[in-house]
């Protein structure tokens, strides 16, 4: 209970904070906007020269953009700017005021910042997941709804826990930002589903930075073309990559020297 | 020729500044890498259905994105954002003090990282390769003529970035402008997807904006994918677009800088 009134207050602050610059508002709109536009021309383009792309229909790819999107926006807005807090804390050395409080520090460094007007990339990948469908003529029932806010939950679950991983290195290496723009370019491959590419690229997408799970994944459980298998293996990756997380985290801190030191 | 001196200082320093984060390297390898494989994989998926896509097989599609990203390395260019920023926060002031124009500076730093991620470009040019083998069709006046294209377009992307860059110092909204500005650039390079494979209107889009000129066309040539006449009146019409550019900036920079002095004052 305690913990969720913090997420609660802490995301409170950071929207107060957000709705300062209102302008940006504007910005962001504009700038989803031309997101939309490489994303969508993409397909169009590709979807000129054949009709199906390794078993994919155009409407089914726009499910996966929706996807892509909307798990975008889910990382933009609360991921992203809590790790790039967090390394900027742990080479400033500011990261003493979070450990000092008395509660958990990976809870706090995880929920401290929220960029409010990234909800504009949620909504346009609703919208994108709504004309996919509509397209396709797909139904979906409360079961499979269900299935895919449940892998969806997973598939950020592990984003999550690698973001954590890789913002860890801070302690280790001190300066990482350059590790942000890894992230951002591999996300970039999620625009399609990852079995059209070659089987390390695959395997990368999968298992090391696990774009796979974040977007193709819950594409499918919409599309109907999940298995059971991998839903079992969303689950145990995203539990396995939880505790990894935390051992890292925990070993972490240790290295970390404070301020003054 | 009192330049000369300038750009060797320039580009000692330049190279000197790259060569301090040697981790970085591996950051362009990657970043040089992922987005061609996209475009690769998908357009080689297109591809295997019908055995090829408006002329180009698979391996074709692997010989194109080696060379472009040859091409996009060479004519890497100064970011109309970059001079945005220059002038949003003041950073010009002290550029303008020296005795040589600012845009030398820019010329020097990047070819200073044309030679400093050369060893990146290669390790990616060789991976890529071996992922997806490419196929060459070269004629006997390929190379040259590839040669001689690509050092027409690097100037004009350097000078249509800096002509760009240069709205900045007129309106608050440039920033956003350049974001239209790199949406055109997926497409409109060729980066996307061979210039060919777009909708007609989309060639003659990239052919009038100069994108076409300032990275497709090198690759097109040296992929043979187009006549002989045809070659010789691309290259005609990139040293034409080369002066409409230089022209623009002599005729603008002086004004610009006007601009400059007022918004400081």
Same mark, same amino acid.
């Given at each position: ?49 054949? #009709? ?6 155009? #409407?089914e790819l726009v499910v996966v953009v929706g996807v892509y999107f909307l798990i975008g926006g889910v990382i933009n807005m609360l991921i992203q700017p809590s790790m790039i807090r967090l390394m900027e ?71 999550? #826990? ?94 970390? #020297?404070?301020?003054?030191? | ?33 992922? +987005? ?60 303008? *003090? ?36 490419? +196929? ?48 055109? +650039? ?25 994108f076409r000129w300032m990275m497709s066309f090198p690759v097109e040539v040296l992929l043979g994918k187009l006549s002989l006449e045809q070659v010789v009146l691309g290259l005609g019409v990139q040293v034409?677009? *080369? ?14 800088? +006007? ?7």
């Open positions: 209970m305690r913990y969720l009134r913090l997420i609660g207050l802490s995301f409170k602050m950071s929207i107060l904070n957000e709705l300062q610059y209102r302008a940006n508002f504007v910005v962001q709109i504009f700038q989803t906007a031309l997101e939309l536009l490489v994303a969508l021309g993409g397909l169009s383009i590709v979807y000129s020269h054949t #009709s199906d792309l390794n078993g994919w229909s155009a #409407s804390d742990v080479h400033q050395g500011t990261l003493d005021f979070t450990l000092l409080k008395p509660v958990d520090a990976q809870f706090m460094v995880s929920v401290r910042e929220v960029r409010l007007w990234k909800l504009v990339n949620m909504i346009v990948g609703c919208v994108l997941i709504g004309v996919g469908l509509a397209r396709l003529n797909a139904s979906v029932d409360a079961g499979q709804a269900l299935v895919f806010l449940t892998v969806l939950a997973l598939g950020l679950l592990i984003v999550y #826990s690698f973001w954590m991983m890789l913002t860890t290195c801070a302690f280790w290496f001190t300066r990482i930002e350059n590790i942000l723009v890894i992230f951002e370019s591999m996300y970039e491959a999620g625009r399609y589903p990852v079995r059209i590419y070659p089987g390390w690229l695959q395997f990368t997408l999968t298992f090391l930075v696990p774009i796979a799970f974040a977007v193709t994944v819950p594409a499918e459980a919409l599309l109907g073309r999940l298995t059971a298998e991998t839903l079992l293996g969303a689950a145990g990756l995203a539990a396995l990559m939880l505790i990894t997380a935390r051992l890292f985290w925990q070993r972490g801190l240790r290295h970390y #020297s404070g301020a003054s030191a | 020729m009192h330049l000369l001196p300038v750009y060797r200082i320039r580009l000692n320093l330049a190279v000197a500044t790259l060569v301090q984060y040697r981790a970085a390297l591996i950051i362009w390898i990657q970043g040089l890498v992922v +987005e061609p494989i996209i475009y690769m994989a998908v357009w080689t998926q297109v591809a295997g259905d019908s055995g090829s896509v408006g002329g180009y097989a698979a391996s074709d599609f692997a010989a194109y994105y080696l060379v472009w990203m040859v091409v996009r390395h060479f004519t890497v260019a100064t970011n109309p954002n970059t001079i945005e920023r220059r002038v949003r926060r003041g950073e010009f002031s002290p550029m303008l *003090l020296l005795p040589v124009h600012p845009i030398h500076m820019d010329i020097a730093d990047s070819i200073a990282y044309k030679i400093v991620a050369l060893p990146a470009l290669l390790v990616a040019l060789v991976v890529l390769a071996l992922v997806f083998p490419p +196929e060459f069709a070269l004629q006997s006046w390929s190379i040259p003529v590839f040669l001689l294209s690509l050092s027409l377009a690097f100037p004009i992307r350097f000078l249509f970035g800096w002509v760009l860059g240069l709205i900045a110092f007129w309106t608050t909204w440039a920033r956003s402008f350049y974001g239209v500005f790199v949406v055109a +650039e997926v497409f409109l390079t060729g980066r996307l997807a061979p210039l060919s494979l777009l909708p007609g209107w989309g060639l003659a889009l990239a052919s009038i904006l100069p034409i677009v *080369l002066a409409v550019l230089l022209t623009l900036l002599l005729a603008i920079w002086p004004a610009a800088v +006007e601009r400059y002095t007022a918004a400081g004052a």
